[in-house]
């Protein structure tokens, strides 16, 4: 017998680089998401869509249409949808201050929290020296990068044939390189002294698909991961409380579970 999904609810979500139009995208795993999770708020915080994939190669599955009709459902069943353009899909930068099928499009928000902390809620690619002054550097990495993913999609592949779970090779190798690890910092630093600036509590951004709540001298910085890697979002409790999900581990769960309740043959 076949039972309906229990949806887990929040207070608001916060999700960042799915981007749907290229191949690593894990459009899929975001669709099983989004039946067990949803908000009163729903933040998309950039490169959603990859502009700069789709410029250069067409590829858009049924799953990638899928995302945005189940976000465009949610809209139109009540949720507030708000979309903070990155730089992969900095074409919607055109377009802020209007609505698309109810998703608001602006530059970037200051969400209020439970508890009345205020964030800042940027995608944070502007805070990004390579992206703002290096745009032909940030492409080239951008295709070093692809192909990284395309390499992690065979490796995981292997995987699954010895019913071994989910495992990011390339995010792997990305925390093992130095420099990557110190950009990560540098970025985090910046984005801190931006929140300072703005006179708000933390800051709430994507972009460098690496999932994080950090506290430091009473500032937060939180950052929603990705969906090309790692699987993860961010979320707000009714609390106020935040909280990164990683989904490839609780869609594990969800799949023993599924596994123990079907009817045992004979």
């Not at 998309?44 to 590829?59: E, M, Q, T």
Request: with cysteine.
């Amino acid at each position: 017998m076949k039972h309906d999904p229990i949806i887990q609810r929040y207070r608001s979500l916060f999700i960042s680089d799915i981007h749907l139009g290229t191949r690593g995208s894990q459009a899929e795993k975001f669709l099983d998401f989004l039946r067990f999770h949803d908000a009163e708020t729903i933040y998309l915080v950039g490169d959603i869509v990859d502009g700069w994939a789709l410029r250069s190669s067409w590829h858009w599955p049924q799953a990638h249409n899928d995302v945005v009709q189940k976000l465009l459902r949610k809209a139109r069943k009540g949720t507030r949808l708000v979309y903070i353009p990155g730089n992969h899909d900095e074409f919607l930068r055109d377009y802020y201050g209007s609505h698309f099928g109810g998703v608001e499009v602006i530059a970037d928000a200051i969400h209020i929290s439970a508890d009345g902390q205020k964030f800042l809620v940027t995608h944070g690619d502007l805070f990004d020296i390579v992206i703002k002054h290096a745009r032909w550097v940030a492409h080239l990495g951008d295709r070093a990068y692809d192909f990284a993913i395309f390499a992690n999609t065979i490796f995981n592949r292997f995987r699954r044939l010895f019913g071994l779970p989910y495992w990011s090779l390339s995010k792997w190798a990305k925390l093992k390189v130095k420099n990557a690890v110190n950009f990560i910092g540098d970025f985090e630093e910046v984005l801190i002294r931006e929140a300072r600036r703005h006179g708000v509590d933390g800051v709430i951004c994507g972009h460098i698909h690496h999932a994080a709540i950090r506290r430091e001298s009473g500032f937060t910085y939180m950052n929603c991961g990705d969906w090309v890697e790692s699987c993860t979002a961010l979320v707000e409790h009714e609390d106020g409380c935040f909280e990164i999900i990683t989904w490839t581990e609780i869609h594990a769960v969800h799949e023993e579970i599924a596994a123990a309740h079907e009817p045992q043959a004979a």
